[in-house]
């Protein structure tokens, strides 16, 4: 079973320009997490998807962010324009559901550099 | 608020000694705990977890952590640590329950000596 795959692997832009990264989750998996990673951070979960739906996206700064989970199985995740302070790792998440005994598989992750 | 402490930025034992890498938790009802390991342009990869019952959970690569309540604590143990344990450990609260929404701490880096 192939795991969460994630691309670009990485990113170099310049301030102000957009950017965009993709998501394609585990076959099967109803959930999809958004999590961003700072340089000697723990990840943050930026937003959480139940099928096509954004259920948990409080923490996501939708004056630049945005992202869309279209036919609920691939993820997209844009930042327009991006800063120098997003420059970090960004992850994305599946698991079947949210329960207990529902785990969370993570890919390998996007680093975004904004120079 | 829910939150995780990891008091050790860094940490680095030689191999074939043990090993345990602390954390604190904080959160008002009973915690979904979660131990991840983050090896170098890799993913989270979940080494263990405690949802309820015993207190002693086993994971993955000879890893164990133990749940104490009283103690706010959930310390992730090795009794042998390998060469290619090196990597970033991060303990995680489940808020809401579940895999809804995890809280990491800041990880602890872990390396080994030969």
């Known amino acids: 079973e192939a795991g969460v795959v994630q691309s670009p692997r990485y990113k170099i832009i310049e301030k102000k320009q957009p950017v965009a990264f993709w998501c394609n989750p585990i076959?099967?998996?109803?959930?999809l997490y958004w999590y961003l990673q700072n340089l000697g951070q723990g990840p943050e979960l930026l937003i959480r998807y139940e099928n096509e739906e954004a259920v948990d996206d409080s923490q996501l700064p939708k004056d630049r962010f945005s992202a869309e989970r279209l036919k609920g199985v691939d993820s997209t995740l844009k930042i327009q324009p991006a800063e120098l302070g997003d420059s970090a790792v960004y992850l994305c998440?599946?698991?079947?559901?949210?329960?207990?005994?529902?785990?969370?598989?993570f890919g390998q992750g996007t680093r975004l550099t904004v120079v | 608020a829910q939150s995780v402490t990891q008091p050790d930025i860094h940490i680095t034992v030689s191999e074939g000694a043990s090993l345990e890498l602390r954390c604190n938790y904080s959160y008002g009802a009973t915690p979904y705990l979660f131990w991840y390991v983050q090896s170098p342009g890799q993913g989270l990869q979940l080494l263990l977890k405690y949802f309820s019952g015993d207190t002693l959970v086993q994971g993955i690569k000879g890893f164990e952590a133990e749940f104490k309540r009283s103690q706010s604590s959930f310390n992730l143990r090795k009794p042998s640590v390998h060469w290619s344990d090196a990597a970033e450990y991060f303990c995680a609260v489940g808020a809401f329950g579940g895999y809804n929404k995890l809280i990491f701490g800041a990880g602890t880096r872990l390396a080994v000596h030969p």
């Open positions: 076959s099967g998996h109803n959930t």
């Open positions: 998440a599946s698991s079947r559901g949210t329960g207990a005994q529902d785990e969370a598989f």
